[in-house]
């Protein structure tokens, strides 16, 4: 294993290939910088980027990312792939920008128990992630056909606290991968337009306050 220590935080790498290291380190620095800035975050985060089987990563991407705790963003990569130069430059800072957001709402008013702060946490981060990231196509906010029959069915569970996780956001179920995501960065979106708020403010906003304030669909 590698460590870059920084200030206010570490960066690990575990069994990444040699000759990539840097450019790893490099990437990773950068993003989470620039996602310090703009999110006006202070604490300490330490990254772990590990080198993962094809299984453990979103397979359009070739990277998957959590946020752990309130301090830590995991990522892993699929290092076998031949799109790797485009993971490192450009999906590797995405997933930063996407996991800190996280942490802050996660430091803040929390990721929240019921399915619309599920949509809501997440919309924020895809959001962010646009954001910065302006022409980058993120494939888990595309459009979904019949959209708005899905989010008539969300609006009728928006308040439970019992639903399944797995099949609103990856598509386990009867609905179509991602449209936790999609719905989410739409309502997220709809917010944005009509409000004047930096992503820092966003980032902490609570989630009743984001729908009411906003326009969907």
Not at 60 to 87: P, Q, W
Not at 160 to 175: D, P, R
Not at 185 to 208: C, H, P
Request: proline share 3%; glycine share 10%; net charge positive.
């Amino acid at each position: 294993m590698k460590s870059k220590n920084c200030e206010q935080g570490n960066i690990h790498l575990i069994g990444i290939p040699l000759q990539k290291r840097g450019a790893i380190l490099e990437r990773s620095m950068k993003a989470l910088d620039k996602a310090r800035k703009l999110l006006k975050y202070e604490k300490r985060v330490d990254i772990v980027v590990i080198e993962a089987q094809d299984f453990f990563v979103i397979p359009k991407l070739g990277i998957g990312g959590s946020a752990v705790g309130k301090s830590c963003i995991e990522v892993k990569i699929d290092f076998s792939r031949k799109d790797l130069r485009k993971i490192i430059e450009v999906e590797l800072p995405s997933t930063i920008y996407h996991e800190l957001a996280h942490l802050v709402r996660e430091g803040s008013v929390g990721y929240g128990n019921t399915l619309l702060d599920s949509f809501v946490s997440e919309g924020i981060s895809c959001f962010v992630e646009k954001s910065i990231l302006p022409n980058r196509k993120i494939p888990y906010i595309q459009k979904i056909k019949n959209e708005h029959k899905l989010w008539d069915k969300a609006k009728k569970l928006l308040g439970k606290t019992k639903y399944n996780y797995s099949e609103w956001f990856f598509g386990s179920g009867k609905l179509p991968n991602w449209t936790g995501y999609r719905l989410g960065y739409l309502i997220v979106e709809g917010f944005a337009k009509g409000n004047d708020i930096s992503l820092a403010e966003l980032s902490r906003l609570d989630s009743k306050a984001i729908l009411k304030g906003g326009k969907l669909l």
